[in-house]
């Protein structure tokens, strides 16, 4: 099988992503078996950090935030931490995440 990684960047010069607040909102957010079944689809497996279990590098770490609760937790507490009327300010009213297909197209 080949091995690859795949992820989500922020451009974390521009607005709404330059707040830390927001990043980690939406990285608890996203629903990463959904992502790998429904828009990948290629048989993926999810991974909750940079280099997945098992690739040369991997080293998981003590408390991963992404590891903990069920993904309704995670959503609850990313809607928490947007509540924040000063960040809830910085957001678009959408946020589009791009997959690429593979052939350089998005």
């Known amino acids: 099988p080949l091995q690859s990684v795949r ?3 922020y451009n974390v ?3 709404p992503f330059d707040d830390l607040r927001v990043r980690r909102a939406l990285s608890l957010a996203i629903d990463r078996d959904v992502l790998v079944r ?3 689809g ?3 497996r999810v991974s909750l950090r940079v280099v997945p279990d098992g690739l040369p590098g991997d080293l998981a770490p003590a408390d991963n935030p992404l590891a ?3 993904q309704a937790s ?3 507490a990313a ?3 947007l509540a924040d009327p000063a960040v809830r300010a910085r957001l678009p009213p959408l946020i589009r995440l791009r997959v690429p297909s593979g ?3 998005e």
């Open 7 to 9: 992820y989500l960047r």
């Open 68 to 70: 903990a609760g069920t």
């Open 103 to 105: 052939n350089g197209e």
């Open 42 to 44: 290629g048989g993926e």
């Open 79 to 81: 809607r928490a931490a």
């Open 74 to 76: 995670r959503t609850a």
């Open 38 to 40: 429904r828009v990948l």
């Open 13 to 15: 010069a521009r607005p």
